[in-house]
């Protein structure tokens, strides 16, 4: 990826390269979000490597629960989800596991679960034909210009040229956008996700979330989701799948079933733990969602924030501010705060003594009905 400090002499541009407002690298909730929002008098430009089909090509790992902070933003938006999105089953209540200290309780939580892929590809089908996208597209380099950026993308075996007065990086954890604009430096704590799908061979659905430090000092889940078990974690990329191979074995003892995976995902995820681990851009460049940090250090939950960050940008951008970067940093600074805040969570999710203790109090756990004896 080329620094965008140093600008590439415009020969190296072919003629006749398109130019576009806005070109946006990214097709999640954040990058589809601001593509559906953006005013029509703007020229603007997507790609994303997700395939046009609906199963088919880059899918994110992640569990599939829409949290209430997401549902909220989805209602801001006046939007309601499409019964193929949703999946079976729909389940209340979260099994807390503590591998540590071998205890379990339960909690009521209000996800809405969901196949994740479908759920992204849903939120592209919401994008106006007005804007060009550009999918199975991976971005190659991103060269800042006096009057803006070059990008340079693979698709269909070529490489394809386009210039923008802006760039937005709504890439992900691992966002080229972010590396592009910062010369590199990630500058945030970060974690490899892995989760595998299997045939669900318990005796009933569940949601789990598993704490256990002898792997990670994150956490774990477990979900039930159309007759598939699925089952992941977060945890420090150094012997990341050998930690993960050793969670499942450890999970074993607490009644879960594997079976041969049918499917194996990893992707990177980032955990901000400061006020200055987010990055929103720089010189007309910007960072979207979880590209910028915007991401809960206790739940890893970013949906809401990737739509939320969208929005801010959107009103920004169809504005014609005079200082858009500027003023995107400003506005995000209640994000900023509110990270920090969840943070303060933290111990008390992770920090095994207090951890344990809140527990083994059993602060706004479900008391769980017992079945009835067969005779």
Known sequence: MHHPSHPRPSALVPAGAPRY????????????????LLSPRLKVLAIDKKSGGAEGG???????????????VLARFDLALPARVLVSP????????????????????????????RFDQWLISLIPSRVEVRK??????????????????????????????????????????????????????????IQQWFHDEHAGPFYSCIFDSDTTDCYAWGLSKDR??????????????ERFERL???????????????????????????LFDCRTGR??????????????????????YAMGSALTLSKILNGNNRSPNRTYFLRTLPVRARLFLKNLKVPFMYFKPLRRLVMAVGV??????????TR
């Open 21 to 36: 407002d806005i070109i946006i690298v990214g097709l999640g909730p954040a990058g589809a979000t601001l593509a559906r």
């Open 58 to 72: 880059f899918r994110k790992p992640c569990g599939g629960l829409l949290a209430p902070d997401a549902q909220k």
């Open 283 to 304: 010189e007309g460049g910007f960072l979207l969602g979880e590209a910028a940090g915007f991401i809960s250090p206790s739940s890893l939950e970013g949906i809401s």
């Open 90 to 117: 729909q389940i209340f209540a979260v099994k807390t596991i503590d591998a540590d200290a071998r205890r379990t309780r339960c909690y009521q939580r209000f996800y809405l679960n969901l196949d994740r892929h």
């Open 228 to 241: 598939h078990f699925i089952f992941g974690g977060a945890f420090p990329p150094k012997h990341c799948r």
């Open 248 to 274: 499942k074995e450890r999970m074993k003892a607490f009644g879960f079933c594997f079976g041969a995976p049918l499917r194996t995902e990893a992707c990177m995820v980032l955990r901000p733990s400061g």
């Open 364 to 373: 706004k756990s479900i008391r769980m009905a017992d079945a009835p004896e």
């Open 136 to 193: 199975d597209a991976c971005l190659k380099s991103l060269v800042k210009t006096g009057a803006g950026f070059d990008v340079t993308w693979h698709q269909d075996g070529a490489d394809f040229t386009a210039s923008a007065t802006h760039v937005v990086g709504a890439d992900g954890a691992s966002s080229a956008v972010r590396r592009a604009l910062y010369g590199g430096r990630r500058g945030i704590r970060h974690y490899t996700a």
